[in-house]
């Protein structure tokens, strides 16, 4: 089955589509890539995006916004295809994650109830009725509403794609955070561990944009990292933060890892090449200790932007001697597409009438369907 | 099949739901009464919700509001069960309207772009989990995408209701606006007729609140126009209004017959009985012009709180004497559950694969499948 996999960031970069083959293999799924593309959002579309997110604003633009970005989306999933030159008609599937605007996973006392909520745009009857595509979205309500914390939803993802019989794996994805799926040989759903490791590239694309005064974003292929020295006594104490000690399921975020920390970085007056390449000995001293902590794992599957910092990769592989280190792309799976290729695998799971969340990720009391369907006939 | 449909207008009174069992009858539908209960909405969720319709709001409020709506909808199917001893596991299948807080059918210049857009909450996913009942929501926006107006969806539902081999009918609502659905004996989809007539119980409702100073809100059994004079100078001036004489489609709304003009009929200085007296006058002659311009119809089915209002039901018989006039208490429908129970024949509608939508009253190009699927296995 030919299915689309539509995603937006947070970072508001823009809208990837994915196009896949999707057939089930054992208790897996087995994906073929068609396409792959990255619309970047207009810039009025971005920046009225921004000033919604979690902000002030008058209920018509939330209303006008996720008509626009239904239109936005099918255009993109239609441009897709015809850079790919892949017919439109010969997709018949599409799932959506739309724009997070709001995410708010810990209840709170709201009108007299405990109320946990998460708010996605993008109109899926306008991606349906514009493309013709049967369209699966909103696939995080129904996991807060099991109790979950409706994220993260792809660990499930990577336990259909890399489940093996024999062989331990962990799927690795290095984003601006850094989180794991840990799956031992032969798992059950229910023996999925995933967990968000520390910070990924955050730290570091922070740093690399203070220290090239805003001309790039990011340390490409690490080569700042590579000529840095790591000050030994700053790396042991970011290693001696307690969230690295605690116990899975956790997650973290900006709140802990963001301007505030960097800037506590560079107070410290030490050479910003220096700062880059104790931070990402963090990253990667930290993700070799989560991995290293999990018995019988020995592949390590890769994906996220980190996958293109060469100097990380193989510090990483340095820290795990035993462990294959590889990226999705060793399984046919482009790693920048592999997040809006899970949504495509979700909608296939939802379909075919299987629950999309791992409760042992996302806290849920059980495993529920995710996802609101929007049918064409 | 048993059928729960939930409906909150935007008077915000509170949550309907009525339980109806459902089976198909020819092309059309047959239901037969279960239930009925009107759940008020508690007074911090109703005046929130008036803050956040078509005005400034934050986009947390939004989010936790639409989370909080579900739990409230699934809190009154519980309570309308409960009360009414049904079981709950004995029905299977729920349609939520949602509560709408924006609604712009005429599209705007918007970011560079043509948006119309709809906005309804309630989460759906909240309610298929609390309650098990597979779940269809969000039943405007798909309309909207094909080039409708996303309004009115209840012209469908007479249709499936009303429609005779024989009988030409008219599906008459007074609400606060009164509308009809003129149903030709042996009609095709295609050729049902639908529009708003202009006011209904708008305009009295406004003028009794007025006289009463406020411990009013309706006319009881229409007791005060009855003991008022028609003014027919006053009358005659009110039927001119050009909106009367247009052809179908055309729909109006309080920016037409809402405060202003209230206010304009109390600045003539008329007594107020003589004013109330006059304008539900005004409502039963539009009405009953309305439907004596369309041929072959013969019978007359009404609903909408301008039932309970015997002096205009009184009138609307002496206009039109070769007509015969009930309400949907004779085809077993309670009329104040009406709206409740199409949008549980919309949802029946939608699992059986079948458009939910009347282009000849929408506007949209073509039929479409309405709502959105939240299955629970």
Redesign the interface.
């Known amino acids: 089955m030919r299915v689309a996999g539509i995603m937006s960031g947070t970072s508001l970069d823009g809208i990837d589509v994915a196009i896949v083959d999707i057939s089930r293999k054992h208790a897996g799924v087995r994906v073929k890539p068609v396409a792959f593309h990255t619309t970047p959002y207009?810039k009025?579309?971005r920046e009225?995006l921004l000033a919604?997110?979690?902000?002030?604003?008058?209920?018509?633009t939330?209303?006008?916004l996720?008509?626009?970005l239904?239109?936005l989306y099918a255009a993109a999933i239609r441009d897709t295809c015809r850079r790919s030159r892949v017919p439109l008609d010969s997709v018949v599937l599409a799932g959506m994650h739309g724009q997070t605007?709001?995410h708010?996973a810990e209840p709170?006392e709201?009108?007299?109830?405990r109320?946990?909520?998460?708010?996605q745009i993008g109109?899926?009857?306008?991606v349906?009725?514009?493309t013709g595509l049967w369209t699966i979205?909103?696939f995080r309500?129904?996991d807060?509403?099991?109790g979950g914390k409706g994220a993260p939803l792809v660990p499930a993802v990577d336990y259909l794609l890399f489940r093996h019989r024999r062989v331990g794996r962990v799927a690795l994805n290095i984003g601006g955070i850094a989180n794991i799926t840990v799956i031992p040989a032969g798992a059950d759903r229910e023996e999925v561990i995933a967990f968000d490791i520390g910070p990924g590239n955050m730290i570091i694309d922070a740093l690399v944009y203070h220290h090239t005064h805003g001309k790039q974003t990011f340390d490409r292929d690490g080569r700042v990292a590579r000529h840095g020295k790591v000050n030994r006594r700053l790396l042991d104490s970011m290693l001696s933060d307690p969230y690295f000690a605690l116990d899975p399921p956790k997650a973290c975020g900006r709140e802990q890892f963001g301007r505030e920390f960097v800037a506590g970085l560079i107070a410290t007056g030490l050479p910003l090449a220096d700062l880059i390449a104790t931070s990402t000995e963090l990253t990667a001293r930290s993700i070799a200790g989560a991995i290293a902590r999990h018995r019988g794992i020995s592949e390590v599957i890769a994906s996220g932007g980190g996958v293109h910092n060469r100097h990380m990769m193989r510090r990483l592989r340095d820290l795990l001697p035993d462990h294959e280190i590889g990226t999705t792309a060793d399984h046919g799976i482009d790693p920048d597409a592999k997040e809006a290729i899970a949504f495509a695998i979700l909608a296939y799971e939802f379909i075919q009438?299987r629950p999309g969340n791992l409760p042992s990720a996302t806290g849920a009391r059980h495993a529920?369907?995710l996802g609101?369907?929007?049918?064409?006939?």
Chains 1, 2 share one sequence.
């Open positions: 207009p009025l579309v009225a919604i997110s979690n902000s002030m604003t008058h209920t018509a939330i209303a006008r996720n008509f626009l239904g239109e605007i709001f708010e709170i709201y009108l007299g109830h109320v946990a909520s998460t708010f109109e899926a009857a306008i349906a009725e514009r979205s909103n309500e129904r807060m509403a099991a009438r529920v369907l609101k369907d929007s049918p064409v006939s």
